[in-house]
């Protein structure tokens, strides 16, 4: 995504969407057609953070997940298009997110991107976002998903010890719920607003190295899309 100075600020401009979530589909999950814990979180961060970065008339490019993926497009070249051009990275970290081999590869790819950050934010900040969709054992969590977990002294407790998915589903504890999602769309909006994320090449994930399964990630012989179809890392 690229941006247009304003005094200040920076306002986003719609090249891309504003944030991608990846996560781990389980057995069973159900069809794009049903619904879902994922469609609902999409939706209520687009709500929120459309209400913290609107600028004039203009409005940020919403968020996406692959079940909005077009019908008959390609499933691989959109998550491709998605990871090279979106400005942050929702990661629902869960037990089968750090097992999968796929979700390893988004990360990934997305960690090549660059990232220019102004105060008020540092300038080792990211533009991956992990949410505590599912709490990981200690001795599961993987030393990436561990360096960059997101949570402050404004989230419940409820959320780190039941994760996002458990207060998105249980009636009494909704405004939990909807206490994490504020203050998940308000860190996607000053990444919005004080960051610049370079545009990435498109990749062939299935071909890119896992970020969670090797220690030090081989990009030789990933296969690149566009003009320039094989590079090594």
Same mark, same amino acid.
């Given at each position: 995504m690229t941006e247009?100075?304003?005094?200040?600020?920076?306002?986003?401009?719609?090249?891309?969407?504003?944030?991608?979530?990846?996560?781990?589909?389980?057995?069973?999950?159900?069809?794009?057609?049903?619904?879902?814990?994922?469609?609902?979180l999409v939706q209520d961060l687009n709500f929120e953070i459309g209400q913290h970065v609107r600028q004039g008339t203009r409005q940020v490019p919403p968020g996406v997940s692959d079940r909005e993926i077009p019908i008959g497009d390609d499933w691989g070249r959109f998550i =491709?298009?998605? &990871?090279?051009? %979106?400005? *942050?990275?929702?990661?629902?970290?869960?037990?089968?997110?750090l097992d999968s081999d796929w979700c390893g590869k988004e990360w990934a790819v997305f960690s090549r991107r660059t990232v220019h950050a102004r105060p008020p934010l540092s300038p080792e900040t990211s533009a991956i976002l992990p949410v505590v969709w599912v709490p990981v054992p200690q001795d599961r969590r993987?030393?990436?998903?561990?360096?960059?977990?997101?949570?402050?002294?404004?989230?419940?407790?409820?959320?780190?010890?039941?994760?996002?998915?458990?207060?998105?589903?249980?009636a009494g504890k909704r405004?939990?719920?909807?206490?994490?999602?504020?203050?998940?769309?308000?860190?996607? =909006?000053?990444? &919005?607003?004080? %960051?610049? *994320?370079?545009?990435?090449?498109?990749?062939?994930?299935?071909?890119?190295?896992s970020a969670f399964h090797q220690s030090k990630p081989n990009w030789d012989g990933v296969i690149f899309l566009g003009k320039q179809s094989k590079a090594a890392g």
């Amino acid at each position: 995504m690229t941006e247009r100075t304003t005094g200040g600020a920076s306002e986003p401009r719609s090249d891309g969407p504003s944030f991608f979530v990846s996560y781990a589909r389980p057995p069973g999950y159900p069809s794009r057609d049903d619904p879902s814990p994922i469609g609902e979180l999409v939706q209520d961060l687009n709500f929120e953070i459309g209400q913290h970065v609107r600028q004039g008339t203009r409005q940020v490019p919403p968020g996406v997940s692959d079940r909005e993926i077009p019908i008959g497009d390609d499933w691989g070249r959109f998550i =491709s298009h998605m &990871l090279a051009e %979106t400005h *942050v990275l929702i990661t629902l970290v869960s037990t089968p997110y750090l097992d999968s081999d796929w979700c390893g590869k988004e990360w990934a790819v997305f960690s090549r991107r660059t990232v220019h950050a102004r105060p008020p934010l540092s300038p080792e900040t990211s533009a991956i976002l992990p949410v505590v969709w599912v709490p990981v054992p200690q001795d599961r969590r993987n030393t990436v998903i561990q360096r960059l977990q997101y949570t402050n002294e404004k989230m419940p407790g409820a959320y780190a010890r039941d994760g996002l998915l458990a207060l998105s589903r249980q009636a009494g504890k909704r405004d939990s719920y909807h206490q994490v999602v504020n203050q998940l769309a308000r860190r996607v =909006s000053d990444l &919005l607003m004080y %960051t610049t *994320v370079e545009p990435g090449r498109m990749v062939n994930v299935a071909t890119a190295p896992s970020a969670f399964h090797q220690s030090k990630p081989n990009w030789d012989g990933v296969i690149f899309l566009g003009k320039q179809s094989k590079a090594a890392g």
